[in-house]
């Protein structure tokens, strides 16, 4: 840090101090959240006129730490899951009256379940070929069409929703980006039973659903441009967090212990002096350290004022990672891997982890679709051959739904 | 710093691979895999004096530039881009550092300048006729004669053996593993070379008869001196590595964007885009696991051991993996002997075993981390 820096962040802190001496009197209530998010304290890196200070990540730290130091809640929320994902695409793109009507609610705490309706039965990796359409009729959208694998759904307040605004232009052109409640009428949830037994995403039916047209995030039509930056923040958040791993116990570093859990496992089956067991652990562990360490040089490249391509190798190295980490866990516990009673608790949690490492491997788009885009936009390679590039819509052939009838 | 580099250390680059493209294009490479000296005494000479990088990890105290590992391996990471056929990774990774490790200031004084202004090139011969790189590969006994010690025995698989005017001699006395400097011109020394896979590194025999042989360092010190000359030169052959991985890759990908099949050029065809993908994850992620342990050998941390492992298990592999996919991806074109594509694809497999393959490395870095 230099002088002038080390200046400037004690000039931040000591503002955050008689703030917080002014302000905070020890109840953590509406008033007071409205009052952080009022002061641009609880996204301090997103600009002014978006409740935040226009501050760096490091200068968001600096006022974490002074609120923790008083034990004052809700200062620099802005990284919080959905807070990111939604906030950042309204911060990007979304008119004043949203700004002011979404984002303290976000910040503060108010809405913080929201859910993601972009997949259809038709449409998953061709996300652009959605069918779901949004008609203007006077000051609101007219809504129909099935959305599906939404997480979240059955308990959400607020989506993001893609719908085509536009079916005489080819597939992108014509999509437009919302940002909705959950509880207006026409909307239906239906869980989906998983592979692992419970339902965290849903089917949902939309159905003569009328959303006012100040819901509209970005231009009309534009919506696939406004998608980009809601899919970067939910990429980042997979597995692909940019910065280094948290230092192991007692201080030792990541390269010493960021397999203590693959160990444990393979100690607790008396398997720790196997050959093939210790490559394979070795190897795992390798894989988690280079994937850290191209997030760090992701890091440094983006702060350094480029873009990084590295960023966008993080999520498909993390899908054979957290594959082949349970898969060995699975190994190493034997035949008690073939129950999956929730009585024994480590058998269960291993199986279960098992099955949800295809999150990762799917999606947000799958391993292939990664695969695409990495080697289009980073390697340069051609596009493959695209029927339905460069036609209107409505003439493009459509994909049926992904699930088997009468299921 | 990890993961970002100084206005110097960028410089450094662009200039070590100007003046590689300059020296050693792919006419340069196969010409001097074709001798059995394998490198232009010429080239050699410039690179030390007018670019300095035979001296550049050397302290100024012995006609270095004080440079650190950092530096090293960018160099080396450029050298592996352009398969550099020199003796410099004998000389400077191996033999400097093995004085450096010493501890002996009289061997340190005679020799470093002379390696830093490229009068002398010095290797190790470590490896016997097992190949082992680790102490209980190290059978050839020293004795102390009257007159000195003498070295008897054979070393395999000496790297630039032939072209070396010293030869660092790890070798058995009473008191364990100790090292020795052999003037390859004395009595009883036969050098043979080796007929290798990978023609751009030229390997020897070298063979000792009651050779005159001086004792650098401590008698029976040598073992933890070659311990950490071992780890220092596995980070240094990823960094290696890693320039060869990348060269194969971008050949790749000049290929993939200009052959025809069926109309269209072959890198629009999904399977060979997703193995070009896979294999830039495999690039990017050794370039990390290679500059991660330069930044631990450079502050020569206790991350070091385990660093350098690491770093040779993964570089080995990816560099094997992108110089394989190379060749699959030019077809038959990949099996010639006019494209490149098996040169770096010999580099690789040569390199993959030097020093310890991936197995062992991973083993050793199970080990280190303490299981
Ligand atoms: C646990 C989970 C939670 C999810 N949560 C949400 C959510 O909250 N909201 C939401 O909108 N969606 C959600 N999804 C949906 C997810 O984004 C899609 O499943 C994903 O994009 C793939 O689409 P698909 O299922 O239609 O598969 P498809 O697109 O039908 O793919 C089938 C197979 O074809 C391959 N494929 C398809 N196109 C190509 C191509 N061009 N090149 C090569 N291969 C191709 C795929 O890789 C895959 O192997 C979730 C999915 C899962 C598994």
């Known amino acids: ?407 | 710093m990890f993961g970002s580099f100084t206005e110097d250390q960028l410089q450094l680059r662009e200039l070590v691979r100007d003046y590689l493209r300059d020296k050693s294009p792919e006419s340069e490479v196969r010409r001097l895999m074709a001798t059995d000296e394998g490198y232009d005494p010429a080239v050699w000479t410039q690179m030390a004096r007018e670019v300095g990088l035979q001296g550049l990890a050397i302290p100024e105290q012995y006609g270095g530039q004080g440079a650190g590992w950092t530096e090293l391996g960018i160099v080396l990471e450029e050298m592996g881009r352009a398969l550099l056929c020199a003796p410099f990774f004998s000389t400077v990774v191996l033999a400097a550092t093995t004085l450096l490790e010493s501890g002996d200031e009289e061997a340190k004084q005679q020799y470093l300048p002379a390696i830093a202004d490229g009068s002398l090139i010095a290797t190790v011969a470590l490896t016997e006729e097992d190949g082992r790189w680790d102490d209980s590969g190290i059978t050839v006994p020293a004795t102390h004669t009257p007159d000195g010690w003498t070295l008897s025995g054979a070393k395999h698989f000496v790297l630039d053996g032939l072209t070396a005017n010293l030869v660092i001699v790890p070798a058995r006395t009473a008191s364990g593993i100790s090292l020795f400097a052999v003037d390859p011109a004395a009595a009883g020394v036969t050098r043979r070379p080796s007929i290798t896979l990978d023609e751009t590194r030229k390997l020897a025999v070298v063979e000792f008869d009651t050779t005159p042989a001086r004792l650098i360092g401590a008698e029976g010190g040598g073992g933890p001196v070659l311990r950490r000359v071992l780890n220092f030169a596995a980070v240094a052959l990823a960094a290696e590595q890693t320039g060869g991985a990348q060269a194969a890759l971008d050949m790749s990908v000049e290929y993939l964007k200009t052959r025809v099949q069926f109309g269209q050029v072959i890198g629009a065809f999904q399977a060979l885009k997703h193995m070009a993908a896979d294999v830039l994850i495999e690039v990017e992620s050794a370039r990390s696991a290679a500059y991660y342990a330069l930044e631990a050998a450079a502050q020569d941390n206790d991350e070091l051991p385990v660093a350098a492992s690491l770093a040779k298990a993964y570089c080995s592999e990816a560099f094997v993996t992108a110089a394989h996919q190379n060749i699959q991806f030019h077809g038959g074109m990949g099996f010639t002997w006019e494209v490149p594509a098996h040169l770096y694809y010999k580099r690789a497999r040569s390199s993959e075993v030097f020093l310890g393959d991936a197995f062992a490395h991973r083993e050793a870095l199970a080990q280190r981390i303490g299981v």
Not at chain 1, 50 to 64: E, I, N, Y
Not at chain 1, 272 to 281: F, P, Y
Not at chain 1, 366 to 394: C, H, M
Request: glycine share 12%.
């Open chain 1, 1 to 407: 840090m230099t002088i002038e820096q080390e200046r400037a962040t004690g000039e931040l802190a000591d503002e955050v101090r008689a703030w917080l001496a002014a302000n905070w009197h020890g109840t953590d209530d509406a008033d007071w959240r409205r009052r952080v998010v009022e002061a641009g304290w609880a996204a301090p890196t997103w600009p002014r006129d978006a409740f935040g200070r226009g501050l760096s990540r490091a200068d968001a730290k600096t006022v974490a730490a002074e609120f923790a130091a008083v034990g004052a809640p809700g200062a620099a929320v802005e990284t919080r899951a959905f807070t990111a994902l939604a906030g950042n695409t309204i911060v990007e793109f979304g008119s004043p009256e949203l700004k002011r009507d979404i984002l303290p609610k976000l910040l503060s705490g108010e809405l913080t379940r929201g859910c993601l309706l972009y997949s259809e039965p038709g449409n998953g990796s061709d996300l652009a070929g959605l069918q779901t359409r949004a008609e203007r009729d006077g000051d609101v959208f007219v809504v129909n069409g099935q959305k599906i694998w939404t997480t979240g759904g059955h308990e959400a307040q607020f989506a993001l929703l893609l719908a085509r605004t536009n079916w005489d232009v080819p597939k992108h052109a014509g999509i437009s980006f919302f940002i909705i409640p959950m509880d207006l009428p026409g909307i239906e949830v239906r869980p989906i039973k998983q592979m692992t037994g419970e339902s965290d995403f849903n089917e949902v039916f939309l159905t003569d659903v009328r959303i006012p047209a100040g819901t509209l995030v970005g231009e009309l039509n534009d919506g696939w441009r406004v998608l980009q930056t809601a899919l970067k923040e939910e990429r980042r958040t997979m597995g692909f967090e940019l910065g280094a791993r948290a230092q192991g116990e007692g201080g030792r570093a990541p390269i010493f212990t960021a397999s203590d859990d693959l160990i444990e496992a393979a100690r607790a089956a008396g398997k720790l002096g196997d050959e093939a067991v210790r490559q394979n652990i070795m190897r795992i562990h390798s894989w988690r350290l280079v994937n850290d360490w191209n997030a760090v040089r992701a890091k440094k490249e983006i702060e350094a004022g480029g873009g990084s391509s590295l960023a966008s190798l993080g999520k498909l190295a993390n899908s054979r990672i957290l594959h082949e980490s349970w898969a060995l866990k699975f190994r190493l516990i034997g035949a008690r891997g073939m129950l999956y009673d929730p009585a024994d608790k480590a058998a269960y949690e291993v199986d279960h982890q098992m099955m949800w490492s295809f999150i990762n491997s799917i999606g947000g788009g799958t391993d292939q679709i990664q695969r695409n885009i990495i080697s289009e936009r980073i390697l340069g390679l051609p596009k493959g051959y695209e029927p339905d590039r460069g036609v209107p819509f409505r003439d493009v052939r459509k994909g049926g739904t992904a699930r088997p009838d009468g299921k």
